[in-house]
């Protein structure tokens, strides 16, 4: 099982950007895909993006597609998230997961991290 620990949330103001990082530990983390979600209140949890376990496969959802960039660093079994051109829409709390298949629905990722906040505003 792999446990998951998102940093770098913050304030930043619009147009602003922030890197998130998503740090891993157990031995399945590299043949792992990793998600990115977020989650703005009254909100339903969003796919925002994932890497396959090689990091060679990115998708992003439309939303965020030209603004925000997935990398992996397998050495450093760390996933990271970064957000440029941000808007207030992008104000949520953001999630890293991982799971076996990876792709857009929340319901394929087993493992979770506690999230960070994200704010974007003037």
């Known amino acids: 099982q792999v446990q998951l620990v998102e940093s770098g949330g913050g304030l930043v103001q619009p147009g602003g950007s922030l890197r998130l990082s998503c740090a891993a530990s157990g031995r399945t983390f590299r043949t792992s895909n990793i998600g990115w979600f977020r989650q703005a209140p009254g909100k339903e949890r969003e796919f925002v993006g994932f890497a396959n376990w090689s990091g060679g496969n990115i998708r992003y959802a439309d939303s965020v597609k030209g603004r925000f960039t997935i990398s992996r660093d397998n050495g450093k079994n760390t996933v990271y998230l970064q957000m440029n051109s941000l808007k207030p829409e992008d104000t949520a709390v953001y999630y890293c997961?991982?799971?076996?298949?990876?792709?857009?629905?929340?319901?394929?990722?087993?493992?979770w991290g506690q999230g960070t906040q994200v704010t974007v505003s003037s």
């Open positions: 997961a991982a799971g076996p298949f990876g792709g857009s629905s929340p319901n394929t990722y087993n493992a």
